[in-house]
């Protein structure tokens, strides 16, 4: 999978064994992923990865997809499909962009989830399965972070949240989450998505040069 980095979103590029006309069918049928979604409105598309309706807005059959996602999050974000023949299938490229002017400082957040986005993509389209993989809901850490050479640096803490509980404090550096080290946005962002809501964590932090521990609810 062919990866590049957009200033205002991501793409990926991939092949499929699928051939193209069925590769394109397959996202002309797209449905949600779980009943718990709701489905697209006549004349919108449901895109398989993200999960989302989409408005249309250019269509090629079986070459092009573009289209301005209607649903939270992420809703007018512009989405484009392209297809061409593949020796071994279909080459398919995927991309999603048009965050917005905060867009680089929430890039770490949108990129934790992009890896799941794209990974479904990949087996919806070789497999005809939507996964949903990313829709698992986030426990929350309760402040902002900010990723540093040596870590997680703690931001604004949200008073009652968890790292209020847990004693962290802005500038605090994180050095483990329930036993994990955590030095990225994306190792956050996964242990935020296997701990539950609610459950009991510890997290070990520095302040200057001292180590300290404490725990409370995600």
Do not use: N
């Amino acid at each position: 999978m062919e990866e590049r980095h957009r200033d205002d979103g991501f793409e990926a590029t991939f092949v499929v064994s699928t051939p193209r006309t069925a590769a394109w069918k397959l996202l002309e049928e797209a449905a949600p992923a779980s009943e718990q979604l709701p489905a697209p409105r006549p004349g919108q598309w449901w895109i398989p990865g993200v999960e989302g309706a989409a408005d249309e807005l250019e269509v090629v059959p079986e070459e092009l997809l573009r289209v301005r996602k209607a649903t939270f999050p992420c809703d007018g974000t512009e989405i484009v499909v392209t297809m061409e023949d593949a020796e071994t299938g279909t080459r398919i490229t995927f991309a999603q962009f048009g965050f917005g002017p905060s867009f680089e400082e929430r890039r770490p957040w949108l990129e934790s989830g992009w890896w799941a986005i794209r990974a479904d993509l990949a087996v919806f389209f070789e497999r005809g399965v939507a996964c949903g993989r990313h829709l698992r809901p986030w426990s929350s850490l309760g402040c902002g972070v900010i990723e540093t050479p040596g870590g997680l640096v703690v931001a604004d803490v949200q008073p009652g949240g968890f790292a209020d509980q847990a004693g962290l404090q802005r500038d605090d550096l994180v050095l483990t989450l329930a036993g994990s080290p955590v030095l990225t946005v994306r190792d956050l962002a996964v242990l935020l998505r296997a701990l539950r809501p609610q459950t009991e964590a510890r997290v070990r932090y520095l302040r200057g040069s001292e180590t300290l521990a404490g725990s409370g609810k995600l």
